[in-house]
């Protein structure tokens, strides 16, 4: 899981200086793999406009551009394939120190001045992008630091996961891990329902059974889908290692990297009839949005548009990719947003089979919270309407609650604790790291009785709540207590029959001794 420090901060707020939060964060159990600084050193690099770009008189490959700096025009001469009138670039005025030692100083290149220099991502050493100049958007202020611009400084943060924390996939679910270990607070997340403005629906089928227990769905009409990205979410994206496309597209994939729930926005003119959700049939297939199109079965699950109130063609794979043929492009103008719950066994080996490693696939195979799929539709409404317009329709939840478990309570024993611990944990700094990480909890004559959130189901048994105490409060805080080796001298009773001997006597009178498997399926020794 990959991720922007600021955006983590965002979520809960913390002085602890970037070391700290690594060390923090590799000590409760997220191993951090990688932190990649971002923008460290920019002073001097401001936000510009290029007036006009003439080509050298002496060089086909370099143009001489006339650059605005909000506070008067220098020249620059660029090599860079994109530079062209009215595009929007960080330059690195003179004096300006970059990454890698690179001091900006005025120069002449073939006979021309040059005043500073237009810098690529790679040259700024926020993205390895180095194709071009980096673009920014058209309405960026010009003459505003680059660094205020894009939010920098900044690192990009890789955090290697075991299977178990599979909330740990999202940047709210890393945020309440932190809060608990550095005694802060995660802000509270803005999702409150988006009231509809239309009666415009598509009505929802689960015909999956257990497989997929829960779909929201909801039809924004009137979009405009070729807005830009804006600025703050195309760079949190892009410091979390996935490049921004287009902004329906990019608004999925934000909702999925922050709250942890898969998303998928279909261009809702190209759906007909209803939507379905259903085994996929023997030989059906589907052309998925990379351009492949696969063979499928009744092994994978799919959702399809519908003809005459039957399942008709597949236009999704569950839990996995969208298909080409209902994508959103530049021309959407309806879009039909969908957030669903597919259960890891329905997911589990289906991209493999196929050849294909998607992010949506890699969360719902380690499972995702239950209760995600509304809060991810109207947050991505909200996104939606904001930036791009639109007019909501009525957000629909389809649930089959039989096949939604809810969390069970945990008794937690204080002397259970300190038994396992070794050390006795103050009541309040134990209620404290389990409220911290979201959980539930009820005091006890005893202990504690906690219930865990919907996210949190890898919590079953007492024990999953002492290692959540251990790991928060600090495996090294945990004394170490050698053997003493003391061995008390016990006398051999006349009674007893050695194990051996008494097996020798037994196979003397053709008894056979049974060596059965220590672990075996609950239901079989029920037989016996």
């Known amino acids: 899981m990959k991720f922007s420090e600021n955006w983590l901060r965002h979520h809960v707020p913390t002085t602890a200086s970037r070391d700290e939060l690594a060390a923090t964060l590799t000590a409760i159990g997220l191993e951090v793999e990688e932190v990649v600084p971002l923008g460290d050193s920019l002073d001097g690099v401001i936000v510009a406009r290029i007036v006009s770009a003439t080509r050298h008189p002496e060089a086909d490959r370099l143009q001489v551009c006339e650059v605005d700096t909000g506070n008067g025009s220098v020249q620059i001469v660029c090599g860079a394939p994109n530079a062209r009138a009215g595009l929007v670039a960080p330059l690195a005025t003179v004096g300006a120190n970059l990454p890698g030692g690179i001091v900006i100083k005025a120069a002449k290149l073939r006979g021309v001045e040059s005043s500073g220099m237009l810098c690529s991502a790679k040259e700024l050493g926020v993205d390895p992008d180095a194709s071009g100049l980096l673009e920014l958007a058209d309405d960026a202020p010009i003459g505003t630091p680059l660094a205020q611009y894009l939010g920098l400084p900044d690192a990009s943060i890789e955090i ?6 599979a909330d740990c996939f999202s940047v709210r679910g890393i945020a309440f891990d932190v809060a608990a270990a550095l005694g ?6 803005d999702a409150t329902d988006v009231p ?9 089928q689960l015909d999956a059974g257990p497989r997929v227990p829960r779909f929201a769905g909801r039809v924004i009409e009137g979009v405009h889908a070729t807005v830009s990205t804006p600025t703050w979410m195309a760079e949190r994206l892009r410091r979390s290692g996935v490049r921004p496309i287009s902004f329906l597209v990019d608004v999925t994939q934000y909702v999925m990297l922050e709250l942890g729930q898969p998303m998928h926005a279909f261009d809702k003119d190209a759906l007909e009839g209803d939507v379905v959700v259903r085994p996929a049939r023997v030989g059906e297939e589907l052309k998925l949005l990379d351009g492949r199109t696969v063979a499928l079965d009744q092994d994978f699950l799919v959702v399809s548009d519908s003809r005459g ?24 103008r309806n879009v039909f947003l969908e957030a669903a719950h597919w259960i890891p066994s329905a997911i589990i080996g289906r991209s493999r089979k196929l050849g294909l490693h998607t992010d949506a696939g890699h969360r719902f195979e380690r499972g995702v919270d239950p209760e995600l799929p509304r809060i991810a539709v109207e947050y991505a409404t909200r996104l939606i309407v904001d930036i791009a317009g639109g007019v909501p329709g009525p957000t629909l939840d389809v649930t089959l609650a039989e096949h939604l478990r809810a969390p069970q309570p945990i008794v937690l024993r204080r002397a259970r604790l300190a038994r396992v611990l070794g ?13 911290a990480l979201g959980l539930a909890v009820e005091t006890l004559a005893d202990g504690w009785r906690v219930v865990p959130p919907t996210r949190r189901f890898d919590l079953e048994i007492e024990e999953d709540l002492v290692e959540e105490i251990a790991r ?12 003493t080796g003391a061995a008390r001298l016990v006398a051999p009773s006349e009674t007893r029959v050695d194990d051996s001997a008494a097996r020798r006597q037994l196979a003397a009178r053709d008894y056979l001794e049974a060596v059965n498997y220590a672990f075996v399926d609950a239901d079989l020794l029920a037989k016996w």
């Open 423 to 435: 050390l006795d944990v103050a009541d309040g700094e134990v209620e404290r790291i389990l409220r």
């Open 160 to 165: 290697k996961l075991t299977p178990n924390r």
């Open 472 to 483: 928060i409060h600090g495996y090294d805080a945990i004394p170490t207590t050698l053997p």
């Open 309 to 332: 109130g039957k399942a008709a063609r597949a236009v999704a794979l569950g839990g996995i990719m969208g298909g080409y043929d209902t994508r959103v492009t530049d021309a959407t």
């Open 184 to 189: 802060g607070e995660v802000k509270p997340l």
């Open 196 to 204: 509809a403005q239309s009666e415009a629906t598509v009505r929802i």
